[in-house]
């Protein structure tokens, strides 16, 4: 047999043993095998990007010859040589953040269509609140007034001058939901760079009742002819009455399950927003993305009169050391949504009007990470790649 280039450290029982998921939904373990490559001595690879497909087969016992076999992924494997620096060990500051907006869009929609009985009640509540207001001050004035003529007639004109308000408002009801995202980087070389996302919708304040839900979601299809990332779509959840609180979801498609997400799609009607395409949508624990505004830049007071921004903040973690160039200047086409849940536990909504659009995604800078004939691989004599399955214990 001839001497073999590959080695599975069977030996290593950190690897080797089942070992507990940090999944947090399900019951889950995870099985991992590892794989060692013996590289002569004193090698250092160049940087080295490598088109890679894996699988699984599972037989019910080493003599067995029929299995059951995994889907089949491909993706780009890639490794960049790099001199090691002391930098390498500070720990990350995040400080002085560089926000580049990249793209930005707007999509009016027409509130009238979607919001009638919202608006209906927002304006009776606007009109009792008026003459509330009116019977209040007539009733203070009346306690110290000569005449109740002077106080009728200050009722009424207080009462026709809130009315005039309203209609105002009424006639000025506009509303839009806006897609932005960009990259917000750092200069230290530990500190990773971000793809940030902003989802917002621009409507009346008032509208929406305090914990009502608001789901936005965006679909991106990458339009490269070579090496397309799969479909995936963005989502992000925050409530009305708290800006600072979010969550985001990350939804894995293919061909046939582009509109997974889409307003009339069996996977989101009749059930509540945090089941919604469950089959497709990835754990928590296994992407890279974060519900947080530290790394944007605000959303400011909306240039309607009367109306709120209601912004949601996602972004995904980018690590600068082995960071993969052709991730990046990908032309999308995104698909645009949102939903409005009355309640946390509510499973019917009402759908913001799917919008559709393309942008030019663009990079982050490069940084130099000192590549050179002696580089930090070569103080290792082997490279390793380790396959993990993830069990669910049935």
């Not at 750092?186 to 009502?212: H, S």
Request: hydrophobic share 35%; with cysteine; glycine share 4%.
């Amino acid at each position: 047999m001839a001497e073999p280039d590959y080695y599975a450290r069977w030996y290593n029982a950190d690897i080797f043993s089942l070992q507990t998921s940090p999944r947090t939904t399900g019951d889950y373990s995870i099985q991992a095998c590892e794989v060692e490559i013996k590289l002569p001595a004193g090698s250092s690879p160049d940087t080295l990007t490598y088109n890679m497909q894996m699988g699984i087969r599972f037989y019910d016992s080493k003599d067995a010859t029929t299995f059951i076999s995994t889907p089949e992924p491909e993706f780009d494997w890639y490794r960049e040589d790099m001199t090691f620096s002391e930098d390498l060990n500070d720990e990350p500051v995040y400080e002085d953040k560089q926000p580049k907006k990249q793209a930005e869009e707007e999509f009016t929609f027409a509130v009238e269509d979607i919001f009638t009985d919202k608006i209906a009640a927002f304006e009776q509540a606007q009109a009792d609140a008026a003459q509330a207001a009116a019977d209040a001050a007539a009733a203070e004035e009346a306690a110290n007034a000569d005449s109740t003529d002077t106080t009728a007639e200050t009722q009424t004109n207080m009462i026709a001058g809130m009315r005039n308000k309203q209609e105002e408002a009424s006639a000025a009801y506009a509303a839009s939901q806006t897609y932005s995202n960009g990259f917000t980087t750092y200069e230290q070389i530990t500190a990773n760079d971000y793809w940030t996302w902003t989802l917002a919708l621009d409507m009346t304040e008032g509208l929406l009742g305090d914990d009502e839900v608001i789901y936005q979601w965006a679909t991106l299809v990458d339009q490269s002819t070579e090496n397309a990332f799969a479909p995936f779509t963005i989502g992000c959840k925050r409530t009305v009455g708290d800006d600072t609180t979010f969550h985001v979801d990350i939804f894995t498609q293919d061909s046939t399950t582009v509109q997974a997400l889409y307003p009339d799609s069996a996977d989101v009607t009749g059930v509540t927003w945090d089941v919604q395409a469950a089959d497709i949508r990835e754990e928590d624990s296994d992407v890279a993305w974060i519900a947080d505004s530290t790394h944007h830049t605000l959303v400011g007071d909306s240039a309607t009169s009367g109306n709120k921004i209601y912004a949601c903040y996602i972004a995904e973690e980018l690590s600068k050391i082995g960071r993969n160039p052709a991730d990046f200047n990908r032309t999308f086409n995104v698909y645009l949504g949102a939903r409005i849940y009355e309640t946390a536990t509510a499973t019917d909504f009402i759908t913001i009007p799917t919008a559709e659009s393309s942008f030019d995604q663009g990079e982050p800078p490069a940084y130099d990470t000192g590549s050179s004939e002696t580089g930090a691989f070569a103080l290792f004599a082997s490279g390793l790649a380790a396959i993990a399955v993830l069990f669910m214990a049935f």
